[in-house]
């Protein structure tokens, strides 16, 4: 066995020892006193308005996870750029065929009005 596993475990549970103690010591030592301060709301130095429940519209996060797919694609797409020249003909047919797929996904979210800011 390499020594280097070696060191990496010990760092590794030399982390989790610190984590742990670390946590014990701070729940040992803070104040458990329970105030009105401590309990209300903090909303950068300011008094809260209304409540903190409020519901968002579904829009918002479907556009989230448009925008996170979209963002993923993109490394794939780099990545098939950069090995371009050694794929060959078949390489090229697989990409038009994903990005076909993801312009069909686009066209649905669009003819879904996913895309309209709300």
């Known amino acids: 066995m390499s020594l280097g596993y070696l060191y990496a475990g010990i760092l590794l549970a030399a982390g ?3 984590a742990i103690l670390a ?3 701070s729940n040992l030592l803070s104040p458990h006193k329970k105030t009105k301060e401590k309990a209300q709301t903090y909303e950068s130095g300011e008094a809260p308005i209304g409540s903190a429940w409020v519901q968002y519209p579904l829009g918002f996060y479907i556009f989230a996870l448009l925008f996170v797919a979209f963002d993923v694609d993109i490394v794939f797409l780099i990545s098939w ?3 371009f020249k050694h794929l060959g003909i078949f390489g090229f047919v697989e ?3 994903f990005i076909l797929v993801l312009a069909l996904g686009l066209v649905y979210a ?3 009005g996913v895309t309209r800011w709300i």
């Open 16 to 18: 989790f020892v610190f």
């Open 23 to 25: 946590t014990v010591v």
């Open 81 to 83: 750029a950069v090995i």
């Open 95 to 97: 990409i038009l065929f």
């Open 110 to 112: 669009w003819r879904k």
